[in-house]
């Protein structure tokens, strides 16, 4: 529960001014309520094949997906995010009769939001396959054109003193809310407490459209030789009508030679297959549907009486004209193999990656109205290595046990950034984290920090320099004061398959693995806090960390712990030590490597004289255990999984331990 629960002589003062309990069982918060959300969705395909002349055949394909979602989600007036509410926006005293509930003080929360969905796909192409010459010679050829349309439309609403028998809510003041309560039993935010039309009330519409045309051919010579290549032209609407932005053809070239095949080859019994493959090619990417364009993106909705009418436009997405497709040049060398009568078969691809105009949060001048617009970065380079196994390690009549193994690794750089922001001071680098972590001449997704050097006899936290000196002065620390702790994007990624089966029965073990990268530690961040006193804060906000009973309280606690004292001035705190030191120390950079199984699946399919009996082809039934074991490097029980690493955040974790159980039924 909230830290502020501790100090009694809070709570009670709050209660008896509202005359609302403020007590908070989280077991009995599951009775205060319920959520139910229905969906349906229709999936209608067709397609047409026309052969129209030796090998040259039609083929069309069509598409239409149409959902609907509804939800509706309750809270009565003994939740505590209603009572929280009632006490947040309330003013006087139930002790000399001048209370004033501007949320309603009965009836709950109610919530409703229906989403709708409809995307379609037509795509038309002609196929060619010919052989001759006893298949000496194969050519596959294919040309089309393809278009698509995505559109999604949901709205949501909040009704506050809704009586769920009755189905009536009351009527909020939004004018007034939107205004600010000021003096309230409890702040909700900022200095006094605001709400606003735009909270209850939301309506969301996309809809993004992309036009294509390609083709590709393939030769083949003697079932050794092969030569391909691909060409392909988007258009989408997200670019707007800028030839310079949209004209961005895809393509790649191949060949591939199967060297297994020659007759020098023959003699080894023992390999199946091997080849070798080559490949250059160029493709593009864009940015989520409303999220960047060419053009300003516009929303509009309700505020406060500030504005003429409380009716507003705002831009939350300022015009990029020079916005143009991500684009990504890749040269890959593989090898395929396959040995024992093809009992382990495999493949190895290195690569090279070169991405130019890479999509993502580029810092702009504030002077403009925005810290940040979606751009285009810079450029980018990955070079990595991708393995993947298949073994079948036991093959008998009765019993089997089959492998399967993909493991890669991928090592990048900032070749070159688009970056408006002067990066001068060990601050900016921190700041700039905030957008992703991309410095020119390190990895992406970087992560920097502190060189902490402890607390001084006051309880302050210090750095250290590149000189060696020491120091806890205010924004002294300079980029090459900075040290580089890695990269939030792991270097290994993998996972190990094993499925035993024994006639109609099997069992089934998944991991998953992801090596090689940091993350920031969630530490103790409150330094700081002006809301000790009845109606100083928020008690929505949550506990305190832990680490906060650590801190530093007398002299000498400097030579125990490294976490920095309480200032109970805001002001004073951030005027005579930066916290941040402590906050984005290298000491609070920790190993995110992290395995986990996965899954472990055991399932039975019924004998076929058993399914014929009922003209069924296939019945199985199963029960899977998930999330069942986690390995992790750091010992602070973190799941890197559920984890902001960057930030030093940490998610609610979901689907551990959990037990499912399916039937699988085909006729």
Same mark, same amino acid.
């Given at each position: 529960m909230p830290w502020l629960y501790r100090i009694e002589s809070v709570r009670q003062n709050l209660e008896s001014r509202s005359g609302i309990n403020l007590n908070y069982v989280p077991l009995d918060e599951v009775n205060y309520g319920y959520s139910n959300d229905e969906s349906l969705q229709a999936r209608l395909t067709a397609g047409i094949a026309v052969n129209l002349y030796k090998g040259l055949r039609f083929e069309g394909t069509y598409g239409l997906v149409k959902g609907t979602s509804e939800g509706r989600s309750f809270n009565d007036d003994r939740a505590y995010t209603v009572r929280n509410m009632t006490v947040s926006f309330a003013t006087g005293s139930v002790l000399d009769n001048t209370i004033k509930y501007n949320f309603p003080a009965k009836g709950g929360k109610y919530v409703?939001?229906?989403?709708?969905?409809?995307?379609?796909?037509?795509?038309?192409?002609?196929?060619?396959?010919?052989?001759?010459?006893? *298949?000496?010679?194969?050519?596959?050829?294919?040309?089309?054109?393809?278009?698509?349309?995505?559109?999604?439309? /949901?709205?949501?609403?909040?009704?506050? /003193?809704?009586?769920?028998? *009755?189905i009536a809510p009351q009527a909020l003041d939004y004018v007034t809310l939107s205004a600010g309560i000021a003096n309230p039993i409890l702040l909700y935010n900022s200095n006094?407490?605001?709400?606003?039309?735009?909270?209850?009330?939301?309506?969301?519409?996309?809809?993004?459209? *992309?036009?294509?045309?390609?083709?590709?051919?393939?030769?083949?010579? *003697?079932?050794?030789y092969t030569v391909n290549g691909s060409w392909r032209k988007d258009e989408s609407s997200l670019f707007g009508i800028d030839k310079s932005a949209q004209n961005r053809p895809v393509w790649s070239v191949g060949a591939k030679y199967k060297i297994s095949s020659e007759p020098f080859m023959q003699h080894l019994n023992w390999l199946n297959l091997l080849a070798l493959r080559l490949t250059y090619g160029l493709t593009g990417n864009a940015p989520a549907p409303g999220i960047a364009s060419s053009d300003?993106?516009?929303?509009?909705?309700?505020?406060?009486?500030?504005?003429?009418g409380g009716r507003i436009y705002a831009i939350v997405s300022p015009a990029n004209r020079r916005l143009s497709w991500e684009s990504t040049a890749t040269t890959n060398f593989g090898i395929d193999f396959g040995v024992l009568n093809k009992r382990l078969i495999g493949s190895i691809d290195l690569y090279m990656r070169k991405t130019k105009d890479m999509l993502g949060q580029l810092p702009v001048n504030a002077f403009g109205g925005y810290n940040a617009v979606i751009g285009n970065l810079g450029d980018l380079e990955n070079k990595g290595l991708e393995l993947a196994l298949r073994s079948e390690n036991i093959k008998g009549k009765h019993f089997s046990w089959s492998s399967i193994l993909n493991m890669a690794y991928n090592k990048n750089k900032i070749t070159r950034l688009s970056n408006n922001v002067n990066i001068t001071t060990g601050n900016n680098i921190i700041s700039n984290n905030a957008y992703g972590g991309f410095f020119q001449g390190y990895e992406a997704y970087a992560i920097f920090a502190y060189n902490y050097a402890g607390l001084d006899a006051t309880g302050d936290p210090q750095i250290r320099l590149k000189d060696g000196s020491v120091t806890k002065a205010l924004s002294i620390a300079k980029p090459e004061d900075m040290l580089f702790m890695g990269t939030y994007q792991p270097k290994w990624s993998g996972g190990l398959s094993n499925t035993f089966r024994y006639n109609g029965f099997s069992l089934t073990a998944n991991i998953i693995a992801n090596l090689g990268h940091v993350m920031r530690k969630d530490v103790n961040t409150m330094y700081s806090l002006n809301r000790l006193s009845p109606g100083g804060g928020s008690l929505s906000t949550g506990n305190a960390h832990a680490d906060f009973d650590k801190r530093w309280k007398k002299a000498g606690d400097e030579n125990v712990t490294d976490i920095p004292r309480w200032i109970g001035n805001a002001s004073t705190s951030a005027t005579t030590r930066a916290t941040n030191y402590y906050t984005y120390a290298n000491t609070n950079v920790l190993n995110a490597s992290f395995m986990k199984l996965r899954d472990i699946t055991f399932a039975y399919a019924l004998p076929r004289n058993i399914t014929d009996k009922i003209r069924a082809q296939n019945i199985s039934l199963s029960i899977q255990l998930s999330n069942i074991m986690l390995w992790k490097a750091n010992k602070h029980n973190i799941d890197p999984e559920y984890f902001n690493a960057l930030t030093g955040t940490r998610t609610q974790r979901s689907g551990f331990n959990t037990v499912t159980l399916g039937a699988n039924v085909s006729f």
């Amino acid at each position: 529960m909230p830290w502020l629960y501790r100090i009694e002589s809070v709570r009670q003062n709050l209660e008896s001014r509202s005359g609302i309990n403020l007590n908070y069982v989280p077991l009995d918060e599951v009775n205060y309520g319920y959520s139910n959300d229905e969906s349906l969705q229709a999936r209608l395909t067709a397609g047409i094949a026309v052969n129209l002349y030796k090998g040259l055949r039609f083929e069309g394909t069509y598409g239409l997906v149409k959902g609907t979602s509804e939800g509706r989600s309750f809270n009565d007036d003994r939740a505590y995010t209603v009572r929280n509410m009632t006490v947040s926006f309330a003013t006087g005293s139930v002790l000399d009769n001048t209370i004033k509930y501007n949320f309603p003080a009965k009836g709950g929360k109610y919530v409703r939001s229906d989403a709708r969905q409809q995307n379609w796909t037509v795509r038309n192409q002609l196929f060619f396959n010919r052989d001759w010459d006893n *298949l000496n010679h194969q050519v596959t050829a294919l040309a089309g054109m393809e278009q698509q349309e995505s559109f999604s439309r /949901g709205n949501s609403g909040t009704f506050w /003193g809704y009586d769920d028998g *009755l189905i009536a809510p009351q009527a909020l003041d939004y004018v007034t809310l939107s205004a600010g309560i000021a003096n309230p039993i409890l702040l909700y935010n900022s200095n006094r407490s605001y709400w606003n039309f735009s909270n209850d009330f939301s309506f969301t519409e996309s809809k993004s459209r *992309l036009r294509s045309v390609y083709g590709n051919i393939a030769y083949t010579f *003697l079932q050794k030789y092969t030569v391909n290549g691909s060409w392909r032209k988007d258009e989408s609407s997200l670019f707007g009508i800028d030839k310079s932005a949209q004209n961005r053809p895809v393509w790649s070239v191949g060949a591939k030679y199967k060297i297994s095949s020659e007759p020098f080859m023959q003699h080894l019994n023992w390999l199946n297959l091997l080849a070798l493959r080559l490949t250059y090619g160029l493709t593009g990417n864009a940015p989520a549907p409303g999220i960047a364009s060419s053009d300003d993106i516009i929303s509009g909705g309700s505020t406060s009486s500030v504005y003429p009418g409380g009716r507003i436009y705002a831009i939350v997405s300022p015009a990029n004209r020079r916005l143009s497709w991500e684009s990504t040049a890749t040269t890959n060398f593989g090898i395929d193999f396959g040995v024992l009568n093809k009992r382990l078969i495999g493949s190895i691809d290195l690569y090279m990656r070169k991405t130019k105009d890479m999509l993502g949060q580029l810092p702009v001048n504030a002077f403009g109205g925005y810290n940040a617009v979606i751009g285009n970065l810079g450029d980018l380079e990955n070079k990595g290595l991708e393995l993947a196994l298949r073994s079948e390690n036991i093959k008998g009549k009765h019993f089997s046990w089959s492998s399967i193994l993909n493991m890669a690794y991928n090592k990048n750089k900032i070749t070159r950034l688009s970056n408006n922001v002067n990066i001068t001071t060990g601050n900016n680098i921190i700041s700039n984290n905030a957008y992703g972590g991309f410095f020119q001449g390190y990895e992406a997704y970087a992560i920097f920090a502190y060189n902490y050097a402890g607390l001084d006899a006051t309880g302050d936290p210090q750095i250290r320099l590149k000189d060696g000196s020491v120091t806890k002065a205010l924004s002294i620390a300079k980029p090459e004061d900075m040290l580089f702790m890695g990269t939030y994007q792991p270097k290994w990624s993998g996972g190990l398959s094993n499925t035993f089966r024994y006639n109609g029965f099997s069992l089934t073990a998944n991991i998953i693995a992801n090596l090689g990268h940091v993350m920031r530690k969630d530490v103790n961040t409150m330094y700081s806090l002006n809301r000790l006193s009845p109606g100083g804060g928020s008690l929505s906000t949550g506990n305190a960390h832990a680490d906060f009973d650590k801190r530093w309280k007398k002299a000498g606690d400097e030579n125990v712990t490294d976490i920095p004292r309480w200032i109970g001035n805001a002001s004073t705190s951030a005027t005579t030590r930066a916290t941040n030191y402590y906050t984005y120390a290298n000491t609070n950079v920790l190993n995110a490597s992290f395995m986990k199984l996965r899954d472990i699946t055991f399932a039975y399919a019924l004998p076929r004289n058993i399914t014929d009996k009922i003209r069924a082809q296939n019945i199985s039934l199963s029960i899977q255990l998930s999330n069942i074991m986690l390995w992790k490097a750091n010992k602070h029980n973190i799941d890197p999984e559920y984890f902001n690493a960057l930030t030093g955040t940490r998610t609610q974790r979901s689907g551990f331990n959990t037990v499912t159980l399916g039937a699988n039924v085909s006729f």
